[in-house]
T-cell receptor, first 112, second 115 residues
């Protein structure tokens, strides 16, 4: 079946540090890949997505590249801010299915 | 435009009691989804409505869970009787048409604690 594995948290960084949150997936075919973010007290929000191999999704300074050969979709940001503190979820959608398969989430705390 | 609204935001109940969670999707969104996150683990799909019909309920854990969407508007998720392992955060999401690759709109969730 489909599955998503992401690095366990919590992750604590200082402001302006470089961020990487690893995400790998297992799925047949060519799933669409997503990163969602949940800020405190809010619902999940789509952060970025990629729908085919070698696509790069980007938003708010975050980037992730769909790597078919390594089945990965790692999230990166060059300089994190305190406001980036949140829980980040990697997810996939396979084929015509509407449901998403999520990873376990990574709590990020950015200290000033 | 109002977002997806869920209530209550928190619920604490005793084992064996009944709890009903409610989700109000964005007006006009035909697709409504329920997910839950248990014990800080991955968010898991429960079921999907298209209007008032259950399109996919493959993620419902057992028959103690009952979801309804009368009239194709708001949805309820009832847990009866609740067990300790049902504790977690229950998320609702909605979407219109085939925009799933642009992301659903999620509610902020209901945190259920069964003691």
């Amino acid at each position: 079946g489909n599955s998503v594995t992401q690095m366990e948290g919590p992750v604590t960084l200082s402001e302006e540090a470089f961020l990487t949150i690893n995400c790998t997936y297992t799925a047949t075919g060519y799933p669409s890949l997503f990163w969602y973010v949940q800020y405190p007290g809010e619902g999940l929000q789509l952060l970025l997505k990629a729908t085919k191999a070698d696509d790069k999704g980007s938003n708010k300074g975050f980037e992730a590249t769909y790597r078919k050969e390594t089945t990965s979709f790692h999230l990166e940001k060059g300089s994190v801010q305190v406001s980036d503190s949140a829980v980040y979820f990697c997810a996939l959608r396979r084929g015509s299915a509407r449901q998403l398969t999520f990873g376990s989430g990574t709590q990020l705390t950015v200290l000033p | 435009e109002a977002g997806v609204t869920q209530f209550p935001s928190h619920s604490v109940i005793e084992k064996g009691q009944t709890v009903t969670l409610r989700c109000d999707p964005i007006s006009g969104h035909d697709n409504l989804y329920w997910y839950r996150r248990v014990m800080g683990k991955e968010i898991k799909f429960l079921l999907h409505f298209v209007k008032e019909s259950k399109q996919d309920e493959s993620g419902m854990p057992n028959n103690r869970f009952l979801a309804e969407r009368t009239g194709g508007t708001y949805s309820t998720l009832k847990v009866q009787p609740a067990e300790l392992e049902d504790s977690g955060v229950y998320f609702c999401a909605s979407s219109q048409g085939s925009e799933v690759d642009y992301g659903y709109t999620f509610g902020s969730g209901t945190r259920l604690t069964v003691v």
